[in-house]
């Protein structure tokens, strides 16, 4: 494992308010903690900026509510932290769904934005 408590923060930090955006079914708060850049992978087709990832945000169900864990961090620049966790999406309709997430945490200013975001499903 190579994580250290330093960027676990930084990711937790940014991932506790979009899981805040996820389960209160916020979609624009969700989308304003990415970049305005950001490629974003959920799973549907891809989209480049916040416009795409409000939308696919306010296309999910109500109800629908995120908790992850992270697996491993790397720090691949001053500005940049890579995270790679497991999620677990859960809704009030069917059964929960387990995927895997990577994501780029960037810094911009004095803030931490998500510039990268990849779901997987390994079944």
Known sequence: MNSTPAREAILHDVLERWKAA?????????AALFTEDAIFQGLHPYSVGRQGV???????????????RILETRQLADDLVLGYLAVDFSFTD??????????????????????????????
């Open 22 to 30: 996820v389960d209160a079914h916020e979609p624009q708060q969700a």
């Open 94 to 123: 069917r059964p929960t769904l387990a995927v895997t997430l990577g994501v780029l945490v960037r810094r911009v200013g004095d803030a931490w934005y998500l510039g990268h975001y990849q779901v997987s499903r390994l079944d």
């Open 54 to 68: 409000a939308d696919y945000y306010g296309a999910q169900p109500l109800g629908m509510t995120a908790g992850y």
